[in-house]
């Protein structure tokens, strides 16, 4: 009885500092080994989360494959902000109708952009006439209707993050690449990724990051930082999914190699664990680190945790000598 009072005590320390991950200092202390433990658990557990959700848009995306690869490409394309209109735009403008107008890449951004309702934005550019213009026939070829802007959120953005460049360089890249989710499976390291990625937005986003605005002129290509989410949460993701899905083992294989040969993310989440000494060395390890603050540490669940665990039974080895 007294055992597990105590095992309680040491659960309620734990519980009370768990928003500031107070069990940094701990994995920090502990081997390589031990630690790669904690992180294949964790990691474990995100990929089959991920999983999870991947099935779940398969299954609203009528049993397709292409099309969701297509969703989670949109998904992943934009800031968490911006992931639900992407969504709701990859259901506006379903990948069949990407396909039939592949050939025609002005057709694509214009589709995209403007079943997005971002045109409304900027009435007066001439470059976005001419896609208000398109768009209008395309719309009433597919029978297209258009989001609202008011379903974006534009504010506090980097202007490499906006939507409406982002739709202009997947647009190039829908164009530019054939059996989409062939080239993704393919993928083996990050270079893979990037390069993959490569296509540049419209000619004329050299200049403009916003329509009507002018800026000095800069290739509008993906960028590395954002090339590593795209291995990290689309490509990776994909590719173990799939892999599930018809039982291949070698392209589960694959989705781990990606995450360990990709580096590490840097965000708000990951940023405190590195305060306490915590190092993770790939994106592998930095998902564990995902999983284990927002499965674990955010909801306060360190009875259940393998690091709150870990922890409980080491006292309590320490307390029984």
């Known amino acids: ?145 258009p989001m609202r802007a008011s379903a974006w959120h534009l504010t506090h953005i980097r ?34 990724v990037y390069e993959l990625f490569s296509a540049e937005a419209s000619p004329y986003w050299l200049k403009h990051y916003i329509p009507g605005k002018e800026s000095p002129a800069a290739t509008k290509r993906i960028g590395h930082m954002k090339c590593n989410l795209l291995a990290i949460n ?9 892999g599930s899905y018809i039982d291949r083992e070698a392209l589960r294989t694959s989705a781990l190699a990606l995450l360990e040969n990709t580096d590490a993310e840097e965000n708000s989440i990951i940023r405190p664990w590195r305060q306490y000494g915590v190092k993770p060395l790939s994106a592998f390890d930095s998902q564990a680190l995902l999983q284990l603050s927002n499965e674990y540490c955010r909801r306060r669940r360190c009875e259940e945790c393998p690091v709150g665990r870990r922890i409980a039974q080491s006292a309590m080895q320490e307390a029984s000598h």
């Open 159 to 192: 202007p490499n993050n906006f939507p409406i460049l982002r739709l202009s360089q997947i647009a190039s890249f829908l164009a530019a690449t054939r059996e989409v989710m062939d080239r993704l499976f393919a993928c083996r390291s990050g270079r893979d």
């Open 1 to 145: 009885m007294a055992r597990g009072t105590d095992t309680d005590k040491i659960y309620d320390r734990l519980r009370a500092g768990a928003s500031t991950t107070a069990c940094g200092a701990y994995i920090a202390s502990l081997d390589t080994l031990h630690r790669a433990e904690i992180y294949n658990t964790l990691g474990y557990e995100r990929l089959t989360r991920k999983n999870n959700d991947i099935r779940r848009f398969y299954e609203e995306c009528g049993n397709d494959w292409p099309q969701t690869t297509y969703l989670m490409l949109l998904r992943t394309i934009g800031t968490p902000e911006n992931k639900e209109p992407f969504t709701t735009l990859a259901h506006t403008v379903p990948y069949a109708a990407i396909l039939r107008e592949r050939l025609a890449p002005q057709n694509i951004e214009a589709m995209l952009i403007g079943a997005s309702g971002l045109l409304e934005l900027y009435p007066h550019d001439e470059y976005i006439l001419a896609l208000r213009r398109n768009f209008e026939y395309l719309a009433a070829k597919y029978g297209i209707i």
């Open 234 to 242: 689309l490509v990776a993701q994909m590719q173990f999914a799939y």
